[in-house]
């Protein structure tokens, strides 16, 4: 079992920057073998990958963001981080993260609401 946690959403303008922080516990977890990926769902939207991460370190990004927001993992400290700079009003949504592990599925967090102003 993993529990996630996600962190750091907030009211944003346009232009500026949040850092999500998503912070993994579980009994003995450790998360250097599990991938994970942020993905959001606007209002009437399906839910979209946003930025994913490889257990080896690997990204990938929806062409949306490229170049605005960076993924990246802390394995010492179970946490995985959402830097999102230049932020748009198509930004806002509420960002999950998702942690996929091998023979147990995915796990999902709560979320965090984001929202940019104009």
């Known amino acids: 079992q993993v529990q996630l946690v996600e962190s750091g959403g907030g009211l944003v303008q346009a232009g500026g920057s949040l850092r999500l922080s998503c912070a993994a516990s579980g009994s003995t977890l450790s998360i250097n073998n599990i991938g994970f990926g942020w993905y959001r769902q606007a209002p009437g939207k399906q839910r979209e990958l946003v930025a994913g991460i490889r257990s080896l370190g690997g990204t990938n990004y929806a062409d949306s963001v490229k170049g605005r927001f960076t993924i990246s993992r802390v394995n010492a400290k179970n946490t995985v981080y959402l830097q999102m700079n230049s932020l748009k009003p198509e930004d806002t949504a509420v960002y999950y993260c998702?942690?996929?592990?091998?023979?147990?599925?995915?796990?999902w967090g709560q979320g965090t609401q984001v929202t940019v102003s104009s």
């Open positions: 998702a942690a996929d592990v091998v023979g147990n599925g995915r796990y």
